[in-house]
């Protein structure tokens, strides 16, 4: 990334903060589209990553043949890691959307920068300024509003609730994992063990489960395929090559945004009209996130 930075021209700002809100905007149409496919929670998870490495792992393959080769054990143990959080994290989350509402599942699950900054403090002993301390804070409290909002509404959301905090947690323990790793590789070369091993788990839980791939409808299908291309390949990669031109707090907490494009378009799609509790908890968990991120 760094290498076609220095070598290709630099695009302008307009371009840039264009690509970023290209991926907020792509990555928001998610909980839609898997809400409107008529598949099970492990088949959808199983097509976003399964059509994404089609497309991924040939370019990691081409650009970063040599650089994957020389990885050690210890690192090749990191990627298997990342993908396995990376396959729990659509797991959890996919699931969570059939028990609660879009703007609560969307909302929890991208509170992980929180969790990202509670793992580092635990694991990779990095310390937490007062900002961070108070960010938490705030983003947990967010999440038992939102919790004590949908307990009126029964056990089925409660559970949503807490298969999208599982998510978060997945995915938090996905960027940990794969730090050191992304610093090593390209962004293709990191993407392609770690898409394609998430793809392969997947895969193998479908089938111990004995999950159906396959006998939907053509409509079923082509969400199946717009979830893969649109915000998987479109939205993560936008945000990824903006990355290479902005901070990460900065694309971080672009993301924030992604639960008020989730719920604008559940509500005009799904008709889905977000509880108060929801929307003043979510925006203490969008407000701490922010705290938390803005000076790191």
Known sequence: MRLLTQTKKRPTALMVYAGLALGVSAVSSAAVLIRLADAPALTIAAYRLVLASIVVVPIGLATDWSALCSLTLKQWGLAAVSA??????????????????VASSVII??????LVAIG?????????????????????FGGLVITVGDWDLGDRRLYGDFLAFLGAAAVAGYYIAGRSLRERLSLFGYITPVYGGAAIILLVVVFVT???????SLETYGYLAFIGLVPQLVGHSSL?????????????????????????????????TPPVATVAGGALVLLGVYIALRKR
């Open 210 to 216: 004995d999950t159906s791939m396959t006998g939907f």
């Open 120 to 140: 580092s403090r635990l694991i990779l002993r990095e310390r937490s300024s007062p900002a961070v301390v108070l960010g938490i804070g705030m983003a947990l």
């Open 109 to 114: 699950v991208t509170s992980n920068p929180i």
């Open 84 to 101: 396995a959080c990376l396959a729990a994290h659509f797991a959890f989350w996919i699931t969570s959307l059939e028990h609660t509402s």
């Open 240 to 272: 990824n090559w903006s990355l290479g031109y902005l901070p990460a707090t900065l694309v971080s907490t672009a993301v924030m945004a992604e639960p008020i494009g989730a719920t604008l378009l559940a509500w005009a799609i799904l008709d889905e």
